[in-house]
């Protein structure tokens, strides 16, 4: 099954197609901090090719509902730092979803503040979750444009927040009506500055954002997920086409790990002219890797992955009964449905108690065999400096390391080592992680590196 072979996404390597999609859980405390049980929650579904967390506001002017996480200080990196080292530790890939809210938010769990917007334009025919209950939309303050500049400044400080919790990489929201795409719908933008007006001017803060996001993490790391065709949170906007063909022609321009594309929902169908079929309209306009979400099982996922529609499918509600999601796949079990009722907000039920058919990982542990040629002492100090604690956050350690078997030219010495991982898909991860690839780039010209990466018992050293 083309489902469970791995592939990659950019610099994001999977070892299947399986990709757990975002989900807001509402389970960090009020500061927007998460806790052990959200470790436990991701480290469950490990197994996922690739996890992409729920939607983590970028700022504190973003959130728009109550138990949401951040990133945008550093008690909230600490908390991620040990969702992304549990993670990583059982050989899993993470990115964080980048939110900002915008006007799908409400003053009352904003501190009294009413929700920001591209304009002054409420979400009708809806009502927004608050701790006092459902309430009806307030109509959002408009952005000045320097507000709007400054909005982008959060999402690259949120990003290098991210890198500095430990992810593999970011994602950011443009779907489901949140401030991205706000700005992209006229139902919603109808500024007049640089922001607002015609199809560039409404890509700009989109496209804005994912450079910076780009420059803070390179090529490979960043993702977008858009929903050109749902209407949902007001997103009606008079041209679906034109302006994502737009946008996504722009997206081309990047180094972006993917585009994550949610297909038509029955909204669509409310909007004759609105294109159909989302993957097709949009999907091949991209020229990097498409993941695609929406309603897809098992047979439809894999499908979708042999007609050559997609790289990777990305699973939502699916994942919160079946943690074991990529196993179920493997032995065509039955899937668990999840409880609705404990799908935003509560505790532990509903959460991190759905039970797993997946036996006890026997993974063999990989071993990582290093012959290292030192030749300039400093630079591979700078290395260590970094590759230590990126290896020990990968749950590695140093089993064997032999004496400095050669003294050549002065500073030059050959010393090999043994590290052991968890898992080997432990081991794998860790060479891919940015952190590592940083610490490499430091290293160059420093050392050569013979690097095996083995299975097994290794042999004893002196
Ligand atoms: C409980 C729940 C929370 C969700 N939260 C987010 C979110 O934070 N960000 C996002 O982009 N999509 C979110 N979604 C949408 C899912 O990522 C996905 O698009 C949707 O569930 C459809 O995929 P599925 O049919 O595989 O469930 C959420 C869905 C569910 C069920």
Redesign the pocket.
Known sequence: MKLLTPTRLGKLLLGNRVVM?????SRADIAGIVGEKTVRYYVQRATAGLLIT??TNVSADAVGSPMTPGIWNEAQVEGWKKVTRAVHVEGGTIVM?L?HTGRVGHSDVRGGRLPVAPSAIAIQGQKHFTPSGPKDYEVPRALTTEEVRATVDDFESAARKAKAAGFDGVEL?G??GYLPHQFLADSANQRTDAYGGSIENRARFVLEILERLVGVWGEGRVGI?LSPTLAYNGMVDSDPRATFSYLIEQLNALPLAYLHL?RATPDAERFPHWPQDTIATFGRLFRGPLLV????DRDAADAALEAGAAQAV?????F?ANPDLVHRFQVGAPLAAGDRGT??GGGEQGYIDYPSLRPEPTAPKGYWLVLATITDPARFGAYTALAGPTLASYGARVIARGDVAEVVEGSVSRRPYFVEFPSFAAARACFHSPAYQDAIALRAGAAEFDILIVEGTPPPMS
């Open positions: 999609a975002p989900m807001t859980r729920e939607a979803q939110w929201h779907a489901f997920r949610m979400n929406g309603g897809y990305s699973f939502g509600a699916p919160v799908f935003y």
